[in-house]
């Protein structure tokens, strides 16, 4: 090697990527808001002219149509990535956050809310994923190595110091050292846990979710997920069936993605409360605090979860503020990426509540799973009503697929963020260039002549 | 005519323009949080084959840097709109509005906020526009003679039906039929009032506010606007300078653009109080409903307000029930259109909050002039604390420009949205193509050279 240093290493590609799973086509993942999702991905891939070949890989996740919208969201913060210094990028990911959300111009999308800012979550997350593999850990092992003090020098406190203020967070990171090592030998042996939502589905009839459910039980799993909220009968009848497939001992959460307004999702709620829901999640919009809060002091004992699509801190921190929560979502790729989540799980820490993270769709399970391993290690240091969402959609796409054993999570290994897609399936499912879709279109083609 | 009808008139085309004009460069609308905005705007035009040849003109306003992605929003929503028939989507806009919120696949991306529901609201506000135009009427006549059970037709309750039913917002209606006919008189004679922020913008020296601080009260105004935020000595000296050059009898309004935390808010806006301002907008993140509650309840007697980054009628729901608002400032071009405001207006009635319209920008005062005129004659009744914003920017730029007389905006009188923009400044300022920014950009490449 050369004694004389060379040019500094440099971010020197930002590209994006239209991939789309044409997932509509068998009804997975169908509930009372979605009917047909097209689970799909705006990836960005970081580039850099390092040795080491490194890349760092980041998606939004949308359902379909409008992804062209979302990657032309990523498309427009590439003149905030390139040519910015690798070694400085991966030291403070933290600057790169706040000169994404600071740029005054993009600002007025948002601010901090929807295309931009899932957009914004994509480029952190592929910075975060870029850090890891440089580092040589998986990213959850990356966070829990970390200096607290490091770690609150990346939060932006902004609209939050009135919850949290930065000296509450290095409290809350100090204590969480305390057992981290022991926690770590069981994670690493027994995984964290996992519900899952595969058998659940608006989609499917009564015998597939039966089916479904009584094998969701026998893998181990302690919780399942019912989609509900298209028709109250259905519901009555679909919770019954899951909870005789399950028994009494499963903790069968409802899920309503938003279906409802204030007063309905009351009474709709008390209706379903026989069959013993455990949570009822999404039970209307996401902006609304204050009737997530009249929502959760009508239907106790039943818990109120939501966060999948919670925009920012700003509505975590009230949601915590007001009472509205007992279960907090938190999405790895709808808010601002890594950062903003640090922010969010210590808020949760602050306010006693436990995160069980939203997944499934594309990549989501791989994503989240690294920031619900940091918060047992270093955060809440439990695992106790904590659990992470699992749907067994799609995760072959990845170099680093989610593994899962006898209903938990198994901590990756494998440095990044498991962020990467598989060449060949980006390939094949970008739209509308990649084999599948060209294939698809020309055969619709040959229909309609 | 030939008395067999013709086929049925659809829309036929929704064309997009990114059109963006270099206010930048005058620090015209620079304030704490936006320092060098280009004002520009995500054009949409609805095109018919009717033979009167009316177009739907409207936008999304931006200040620059993404308005590519705005204007790419707009595109994904034109499968919507194409194909349509004309006489159902000017008989009943609603159905559009609420098809639009209601796609599945693009709902994800928000949902009701940022990109794509801006989008949303040029869409709907291009179909009011077209509507208005067919009936011969400017929008605030359309909307002022309505039938209540109609414009009822046109809000979606989804939602809001715990603060406010479609029973009480068909009351509120029919109460503000009495009374109207005068109220239209007035309107037509002396216009709306008008407060305005040329002189207060951060970019401009004391001798620049203390001239144009004059020269507003000269022109008739009786409130103007300061922004703050950046500075507190520096704004200091600015409130001083401008209470000494208006006069204690001159409302004098902040604005600090959501630069602050909760307590900073609070401290900062103690601090200017010696100046007696009427109000303190934006002091916060336009997401902080529990915030601005905290802020109201700190600062009295100077008033609240926000609104124009508020995202969607459920925020401003939540607003209006946690009382954290004093004042509810209504942007055109924010939320979904037309028919969301028509709900944020009937939300402020029933919580007795005057609304005083975000205006400035591009076209936003040509807007948001329609919806205070209806909210004057058919809702509020009054105008009594109403004021719309003014800025004398850009306005030049439309068919139908903003006339302002003796601080009052006079009632337009041409049919339509008033939101049609001038061909001749959409060819000068359509980005990159555009003649402007051609010359521009060439001129910078002979710089570089």
Redesign the interface.
Known sequence: MSPIPGPPVRVTAVDTYDIRFPTSRELDGSDA??????YSAAYVVLRTDAADGHEGHGFSF?????N???V??IH?LRDHVIGRSVDELCADPGTLNRDLIG????????????????AIGAVVNAAWDLTAKRAGKPLWQLLADADPEWLVSQID??????ALTPDEALDILRRGRAGAEDRRTRLLERGFPAYTTSAGWLGYDDEKLTRLAVQAVRDGFRQIKLKVGADLDDDIRRCRVARSAVGPGIRMAIDAN?RW???EAIRWTKALTEFDPYWIEEP????????HA?IRAAVAPVKVATGE?V??R??F??LL??GALDILQIDAARVGGVNENLAILLLAAKFNVPVCPHAGGVGLCELVQHLSMFDYLAVSGTTDDRVIEYVDHLHDHFLDPVVIREGHYMAPTTPGFSATMRPESIARYTFPGGTFWAADLNSQKGHAA
Chains 1, 2 share one sequence.
């Not at 949308?62 to 409008?66: K, Q």
């Open positions: 808001m979605n009917p047909d999702p097209d949308t359902i379909g149509r409008g062209e919208v979302q032309a969201a427009a740029d005054s111009q993009l600002r007025w999308l948002g601010p901090e809310k929807g295309v931009m800012h899932m406190f902004r609209y939050i110091s009135d938003q307004d204030v007063d209307t919009s996401p902006d609304d605090v204050l009737g009249a699509h925009q920012n700003v509505v921190k009230q503020q007001a």
